[in-house]
């Protein structure tokens, strides 16, 4: 039961413990990473831009909409007949078609950059999935089908919205930027669940899903204004220790090279972070450049 998956995340949190504190070798020389780290001074600067402040606001909805949805799912399924043990058979399916049915759209958004379209209209996927569990609460296929709409567009998003932080934050503030995104997503969730239950108890259980597709409708709106992402990955290269005018100088020089889109290197952490193309890019220029 409940009690029981809450001692095993307690079993599994103190093994994570032991494996941290004794397996795991302390680093020869620990120095701050751009890409996978929190600086404080580039925080005003993510939280200024207005396209990845659209994809905060967007694992905000995501997950709050999730948490209000699972308020009421498994209630309202056992008012159609199926019994609370008997629940996995409909979410195991489901998401196993969800996977399915998102992996293709995936592949279409990245290799033909068409990420915005597919991503708007998952957002659009969420907004009705919404409206139709508010239509179909007492009826069993319709809430099963209903299901399968929403994972669809929750995984389609969830898989798709980290590739857009990295592909708009500032390649020396990616970091920051994911900081700030998991925060958002954590909101969400507490928020989710919260406003959901204080919904199904003072306005009833189609005034969750009102709330969720309220979420998804200002969601695509604010998606249908986004820029379209950049079709660009981050790649990183080890350059030796310089001081802040040589490394400036050479993220010019890296920047002027063939398919690079952006580049900063830091001297005190001795690395090049580059944006580039996905293909075609200079790759042999830049290795020359760093010395490699």
Known sequence: GVPGMFFL???????AIFVVAKLVPDPSQSVFHS?????TAKLSGVLKNPQLLRLDFGIFSLHAAQMAMFVIAPSALVATGMPENQHWKIYVPVMVAAFVLMVPLIIIGEKRGKMKPIFTGAISLLLVSQ?????????????VGTLLLF??????LEASLPSLVSKIAPVSA??????????????????????????????????????GAAMSAIWLLFAITMKAPPVVRTKMFQVKQMDAASASLLSRELSALQGVF?????????????????SGFDEEGVMRLVGA
């Open 9 to 15: 995340t307690g079993v599994l949190s103190i093994a």
């Open 35 to 39: 890409d996978t780290e929190v600086s």
């Open 131 to 143: 409206l139709l569990f508010a239509a179909f609460l007492h009826s069993f296929w319709g809430m």
């Open 151 to 156: 994972f669809t567009a929750f995984n389609l």
């Open 174 to 211: 990616k970091g920051t930027a994911m900081g700030v995104y998991n925060t958002s997503q954590s909101l969400g969730l507490f928020t989710g669940g919260a406003v959901g239950g204080i919904l199904a108890s003072y306005g009833g259980h189609s005034a969750v899903f009102v709330f």
């Open 262 to 278: 952006e580049a900063v290197v830091s001297g005190e952490e001795g690395v090049a972070y580059l944006k580039t193309s996905m």
